[in-house]
């Protein structure tokens, strides 16, 4: 039975005390979903009521649903090894230490300042991405960066010869049947983020690099809405094995710390989280959007909570401290 009174009231209570315009949500359990819409689509310029069908901007949740998703295809193909050297693939990058895990666990130390960054071309941003140094935070610290996931998207264009976000719908969302995800949606079935420049950004990308780099991104770029991310979370945990085109074997491995021995724990591209009591391992991920994903394959259950946490503004980070609440809150009902 599903039962995550808690966990429920917190995520209701985004919209009750005015966090975020409006949510979509649902708990899974085995077979079974439970799926509530609460709130508004927008406020600005005029409030709307929400569907429970939106679309919504899944921001870095793309890093792990299309880009890792293709690559974990690929290497369950034996087409890449993630112990492959990102220069195997991308030799103009200069740097023979960093390795394709590196990436996919944001431990590479690629960093630095590229000017004038917003408005470089697509493919001038992508030169200035290959020419980050690394620095000597390499192996030695987890920094979250989109550029790590810049960079597999482009390993994933040298194996394929395609555009990453092309080649995850070719092979993940299309096989899949997985409609309702797409890096092109509908904007009157989206909802609307961020007021910019006068404009309020609605079934347009939000991430400013992803509007640059458009099909080769592989960081951001996907939208998607709760049916199809419960669909992929019964995949994820076991449910539906047969759903996505990668074997439950490969889905395993994705449950398991691939960071050195005292770094914060990360996955293949996913982030992890324990359970409080058996202590193994639940992947998640986050979206600045205001989105979150968390799978749980022992107990094949989950969490999908959809935000537009940055409309009108994305000042507010009050729903940062509240997000961190609502996971503890799943993870302490997660019976």
């Known amino acids: 039975m599903i039962n995550f009174p808690k966990t429920q009231n917190l995520i209701e209570s985004l919209v009750s005390e005015r966090i975020v315009p409006g949510v979509n949500y649902?708990?899974?359990?085995?077979?079974?979903?439970?799926?509530?819409?609460?709130?508004?689509?927008?406020?600005y310029p005029q409030k709307?009521?929400?569907?429970?069908?939106?679309?919504?901007?899944?921001?870095?949740?793309?890093?792990?649903?299309a880009t890792g998703a293709v690559l974990l295809k690929l290497y369950e193909e034996g087409r890449v090894s993630f112990d492959d050297r990102?220069?195997?693939?991308?030799?103009?990058?200069?740097?023979?230490r960093v390795r394709l895990w590196h990436l996919l666990t944001h431990t590479s130390g690629i960093r630095g300042w590229i000017p004038n960054r917003s408005s470089l071309s697509g493919e001038d941003l992508l030169k200035a991405i290959v020419g980050l140094p690394v620095t000597d935070e390499f192996e030695r610290v987890v920094r979250y960066a989109d550029t790590n996931f810049v960079l597999l998207g482009l390993v994933v264009e040298r194996i394929l010869g395609q555009p990453v976000q092309t080649a995850a719908a070719d092979m993940i969302f299309r096989p899949a049947g997985l409609t309702e995800t797409t890096f092109h949606p509908?904007?009157?079935?989206?909802?609307?983020?961020?007021?910019?420049?006068?404009?309020v950004l609605q079934g347009i990308v939000h991430d400013p690099k992803a509007r640059q780099l458009g099909a080769r991104c592989g960081s951001a770029g996907l939208f998607s809405t709760v049916k199809d991310l419960v669909l992929m979370g019964q995949a994820y945990t076991g449910v539906n094995p047969s759903l996505l085109p990668l074997?439950?074997?490969?889905?395993?491995q994705l449950y398991a710390v691939r960071t050195p021995n005292g770094l914060q724990p990360r996955a293949w591209g996913w982030n992890l989280v324990f359970d409080p009591q058996d202590k193994y391992p639940l992947i998640y991920h986050t979206g600045f959007t205001g989105t979150l994903i968390m799978y749980d394959r022992v107990k094949q259950s989950g969490l999908v909570m959809l935000t537009n946490r940055v409309h009108p503004s994305r000042h507010n980070q009050i729903f940062l401290t509240m997000r961190s609440r609502i996971i503890n809150s799943f993870l302490a009902e997660n019976k």
């Not at 359990?29 to 709130?39: I, L, M, N, P, R």
């Not at 709307?48 to 649903?65: E, G, H, I, N, R």
């Not at 509908?186 to 420049?197: G, K």
């Not at 074997?247 to 395993?252: L, P, R, T």
């Open 86 to 96: 990102l220069t195997k693939y991308v030799p103009e990058f200069g740097d023979d």
């Open 247 to 252: 074997s439950q074997d490969a889905i395993a």
């Open 186 to 199: 509908d904007r009157q079935e989206c909802v609307p983020t961020e007021l910019v420049n006068g404009t």
């Open 26 to 43: 649902a708990f899974m359990k085995g077979d079974q979903v439970f799926a509530s819409t609460v709130g508004f689509a927008a406020l």
């Open 48 to 65: 709307t009521q929400l569907s429970p069908f939106a679309v919504y901007d899944l921001a870095s949740c793309t890093k792990v649903l």
